[in-house]
């Protein structure tokens, strides 16, 4: 377990991080600002702005959240331009040290150049050690400088071949925001696995992440960036380029179940609504006869708990209730009170649940520890039984695409059948989401075995990208 | 408004103080830190720690979290011994330096005494003015100090006589834990105004401001401390007296209302429970033809949401989605940027609002200019009608008894109807619960005029007890 | 040792503390600042500054130097109005914790009382002992509370005369100054152990422990304060009572010897004009047939070495080379290379020691392992013969007059003769001045021993006032 | 004048770097440690050591002195290995920052290369600028930086190799100590401008940039690193190898007149001795008739006036005490009392100065404020007369190998004569040592105008190592 980290945080898979650029605003750094804390969700370790005045590039980045690290108006001051991009992160590569934090900035022969991205590159050892062969120096053990020294080392002419070059080497997941030669880019990977969205500010183009950025600051939403797009914004507006070859779209997932803002839209899907319908599904897949209530584990369980009672007819109520003061640093139990742990974040609502038959609802179920002792709790407060419902199905291999998950092997249901499962939370029945449920879900007919209409490589294995660094045995 | 405060917590009366005290466990300080974690809501600007070994006093007081000031287990280790009491601050009286924050604690001829305490004194100024006539010297601008120094001055015989000497002279709402000669000891005021419970932890005794901090170590509940009871509690077990001449109760209303965590009980009533039953009442009074969506004002607003749902029979819909991550600090927006403040917090789920009449459901409405922005988000992200709730009765007067609300001249339903306030809101409708509908939600017939069952001081102006200070100009 | 203290810091009587007062100028704080500045050599530890502007009390205290307390304009721009007093702490009584910083500070019944004192009471623990059965509270461990604390239970009519009420009771050595009600006050103890002075800055009036802190501000030497007067200053000028019983004059001749800057006059005597008549009185007492060099320990040794030198026609020479930057804190180096420690503030200069009779001259011996050290580092650069002469007598009883020395068990002279020493220390020789040497360097005939005409407890074991504490078991 | 500066330190030429390399002991880290202590009067800006323990390297660096940054434990046990460079940075390229400080390091494609350089490189722009092209991408704006990218750019086999292709590229003036593959290596430039030794400490092998860094840590001073040779240690013992076609030696003349340390030999020389030579030089050349004391500024001046003083027989007095509490940053005062800067640092010891015709003996004029502030000083005190001697010629051209020196045409000496500068500073009289003067006190016959034995540029403007950078309008 990271230091820090809380019981409960320790059962979810991770956020990654969240990307943010502007261009052609007179308050771009504070509009960046508010969009990374929009973002937060999306990475809470750091977070960095970079802006542009039109003659020379600022940066301020720090370990900690938005909120803090802006909230000062010297900060934002200093950060002046009409451009900016900014970035939060949740460390997928790099351990957590100041000189990791993104935005990158390098200065090249042609001026300046900032790039900030969310997902992982699989091939990016490879291409460090090729780098440094030649010569290059790497300060950070992020994989977004092996991008910066492509760039660096390119020989081709303008900064969008430059980029274009270097993306044409780089295997993975990412939507990355870029900064040059008065140019703010944005590209997604050619399956379109991370995401992001052009929105419109007034006369300034808006990048970011996810649309809960846009609405942060009353910018209007346009359209997301299709998958293999590279989009380049400047004074002369918004150009569109298309790089790579033609892939099939997989879109995380993982991003309805659980990552993203309930209150976004992505791919034309409202994330909320999503939720609620996979809550529906559920109800309809795995019903619980003669339960009284249904109970979310809050937070990210309510929208599928809310679908699944209104489908069933049952009851929802907060039978748990979320401590919402808990940090990133707690108290370091004793031995003796290590157990408590899990009430550091939850409780049972004790007078709803005294002698009822309650149906949980949670998203997932990591290495079950923390779904054990929820499941505990609820009995001790005197439920006369306990169903589980998760709203996606067993959660078997890694992730290497930007996701910060466990190896395979720590992963609960990469070793154990669902009845091994329920066992080991001690609950009197346990159900997840089926594939082709969740894919109806989302509005599918149900999932395309040949084409998957999503990268769902955490649940079935099939990884759209090669895993290149990790299958030479360097990640 | 206080530095650092976003525009939204503005607009709330905010939480008091809360009090924890442990005798009889090797891990003291470990529960104390657990149950002040627990109490967290109550007041998050400092928080502090008094152990007590048998032999020496220990003390650990910060500005800040609980969970940051006592993540440390140094920290804890230091803090010897099986006697703790702890306290969390929000300022009421006194600004908010170290040397204001609780536990207070000084050497007298008998020994260290320590004490910690909810409420606020209604005469402490006046006692004030005369110890420092007779020499006293204070140390901090809290009234708890005002406690100590006539515990320090009375010529009584004995620590538990000279508490209640020091008792007897003072006015106000209070809870209180303190520490000497091996006994920790808990007080509620005459009229029992704030609560305090008292719970078993195997063989040790626990005073807390609420059931959650009992739930969070797994202490069992025994019992509310009784209005006017000091309890005593040492080696031989748990002592009670009556020192004061018998009142009348008068628990504060405002506790079910906003204030007490939702897991809590208090005076034998569930606070969530009491929550659903106003939203209930709510429903029946003020109902909404043609509704299509109950949406609470998150987070306090849930429960009555879902109360007013149950009852109308309208759908409960999660239609505001809150942003988890705001601080304590916050970017301070340029002038343009200003008006976005309220989206630092909250976003319009736009894919359920559009086009629908929504009944928004909040716990109050203090100064207004949050709701104003609430509804006005709401209409923006395209509802049709948008009738607003409050789950309590226009808050029309200053609190004296330890809770921080503005001046009466600044509370909005002090100078206007509600519907000059739903003018003000610009939102379709507006409705109050009533006065015997709070009562009634609390299973009273409704309020008894002569002898009213709780303190409603702030909405009815019927203040139990003296507002001596403010009466002469102290206050 | 303390921690952080280097080696040779330990084998010196350390300097107590100082204070600074003025009335009557707009640049109160900032001249204050200056002044102790010019006094830091009598107290590193922490230092504070209470200033008032005819309505308000303003404080600044911190642990650490006073130029880096004090070195913001805005600090001293909130230290508003034309009074102000100050202090310079090394601790005396008291562990260093900021709440034993002086100025101490009260709100009485009259309005403010702040004071600040140099020196130690000798029945502070007595005193207050009685204090806290009458009910006070004390909050620092600190003597110079007992004061503020006698003042403020005073049954006494006005300022002047509740401080006196105070001064009455108090035994000691002390030099302080303190404000009420529009006057600065200043009070030397009965016997002048401590020093303190009178400057005229234009038209403001200035208190300060040494002539020196004049200098740096540019303010006229009016006279030294008298032992046993009190004086008072406020807008009508200097009164002058001496409420105390005529004593005899004590003045701590080692302030003559180490503890005052060099460049300042105490009693109409030249700090180091002093030091070169010891110099010269050590040469004439223990000459040194055949040496080549006179070498100061730097840097108190220098004016004894350049007297001596003069007086002995032997060449001064700055043998040994002082490194300028050893802080509070230094490198604590691992057991093998413990022993190199001496040398991280000193270095034999080899040039002009190799081969060479040298005469070392010291202020002081104390426990004897850095003139151990010295003698030895001597040696390795190549000295033939190496002679130690000291420029005070052998320093046998603790002070319990506000300096800071080791139990007289400690002390090497308490236990050793000069022969016993200099086999300790590996000198060729050994010499210390004599007592009636001492009093002849200071223009006296030779001590008188019926009424010696300095404080030299710490040399003859003669106190001048009674150890109360000390003799009761309390100190 | 730098932020946090004292008026004094203003007006004298600033140290530059040092370094300290050592192989083959146990406690590298701990002895680089204290070696960087001894050397803390060549940088006080930042500090930082790496260590290699065969495996893995180690790096700690921060703004700040050395004795806070490493007086930590902790730190030196990280710091693990038999091997560890260290360095002291006085900014003279690159801001202060602390990606600046050194050493730097980089992961190349053999391994780890760290580097630490005292010096500056006078092409190092032009270079930054052709690597940059080429991809290179530079993290800090320090010169050290250029040569560890040669060194990843080379495509020389061998570390030695690649750093000798580096050599061959660069120009300036530089002693530097590296360390990759094992090896600790050390070069001085080819014209030995900056010093560096080689000492050994028993079976362990020594570099630094004076030996005062080997006296403290016990270590024998073996040889001075000769210029433009280069040493590998490893352990097989020292190698030596000189890469550059042979120059002339033209060692820093100002390291002895100010800049190292007095207990220091460099080139053979003793540094006091060196002063005291130049003293009685100045005395030959520039008596005064008359004078009654010999006094230092101090405390730089203090071995020249004991020179002086013997030679004219005048008596040396301290007559100008020295606050040793100056440090970093100061009180910034209001306007009304600015004046009063130069008595923070120093006092006049009035009772010496009286009446008398002084000799003030200090190393040099830059700007001449402070020169006129002492004078002035010392005229207040009393003094008849006053007669300034400066122990270098007049310093007319900025340094651009390695010192921070103020632009030429802010040097007084640049636009005015002798006499100008003497009516400016408002002295009786005043002299430099002049130029043969100066070089007979290094014992010469008197400087070679064809082959100066010397680097004295600042004083004649006769550069030795082209100023490529400089006259390119780069620097």
């Known amino acids: 377990m990271r230091q820090g980290q809380t019981v409960f945080d320790d059962d979810k898979f991770h956020d990654e991080c969240g990307v943010f650029g502007i261009h052609g605003s007179d308050d771009a750094a504070a509009l960046t600002a508010l969009g990374l804390h929009a973002l937060q969700h999306r990475g809470q370790e750091a977070c960095g702005i970079v802006s542009y005045d039109g003659e020379s590039y600022h940066t301020h980045k720090a370990l900690g959240l938005v909120d803090s690290t802006f909230s000062n108006v010297g900060v934002i001051e200093r950060l002046k331009g009409r451009s900016a991009i900014g970035h939060n992160r949740y460390s997928t590569t790099g351990e957590p040290a100041l000189r990791n934090v993104q935005p990158m900035y390098a200065d090249m022969d042609f001026g300046g150049f900032a790039v900030a991205h969310n997902g992982n590159l699989t091939n990016s050892q490879i291409l460090r ?70 929105g419109r500010f007034g006369d300034a183009h808006v990048l970011a992440s996810e649309t809960c950025a846009l609405d942060i600051i009353g910018a209007d939403f346009v359209r997301d960036i299709a998958p293999g797009e590279l989009v380049v914004i400047d004074n002369d507006g918004v150009k569109s380029i298309f790089p790579f070859e033609k892939s099939a779209n997989r879109f995380c997932v993982f991003e309805y179940v659980y990552f993203a803002r309930p209150d976004s839209f992505m791919e034309g899907r409202s994330v909320y609504e999503m939720r609620k319908r996979i809550g529906a599904e559920l109800a309809r897949e795995a019903p619980v006869s003669g339960a009284d209530l249904v109970v979310p584990v809050p ?156 990268c769902d490589a955490c649940f079935t294995g099939d990884y759209p990208v090669d895993l290149t660094d990790f299958n030479q045995g360097k990640a």
Chains 1, 2, 3, 4 share one sequence.
């Open 129 to 198: 050690r090729e780098l440094v062969e030649r010569g290059s120096i790497f300060q950070s053990s992020s994989d977004t400088e092996t991008i910066v020294h492509l760039v660096a080392v390119s020989r081709k002419t303008g900064v969008v071949e430059r980029l274009v070059d270097a993306l044409m080497k780089i295997k993975g997941a990412y939507s990355l925001v870029a900064f040059a030669d008065g140019k703010v880019m944005g590209v997604r990977d050619p399956f379109g696995i991370r995401p992001l969205v052009l």
């Open 299 to 454: 937070d990210s369980g309510v929208p599928s708990a809310i679908g699944y009672a209104e489908e069933s007819g049952i009851p929802f109520e907060l039978g748990i209730i979320r401590n919402h003061y808990v940090g990133r640093t707690f108290i370091e139990p004793t031995d003796k009170i290590r157990h408590l742990g899990v009430r550091l974040k939850h409780n049972a609502n004790r007078k709803f649940i005294e002698g009822k038959s309650v149906i949980l609802v949670d998203d997932s179920i990591v290495r079950g520890t923390t779904s054990r002792k929820i499941v505990e709790m609820v009995r001790d407060a005197g439920a006369r039984e306990v169903h589980v419902r998760i709203s996606s199905p067993p959660t078997k291999h890694s992730c290497f695409y930007g996701i910060d998950t466990p190896k395979s092997e720590e992963l609960l249901a990469s070793g154990m059948s669902a009845e091994q499962i329920c066992a080991f939370i001690k609950a009197d029945s346990l159900a997840y989401i089926s594939h082709d449920g969740l894919y109806r879900a989302m509005k599918e007919p149900g999932r395309n075995a040949k084409n998957p209409q999503f």
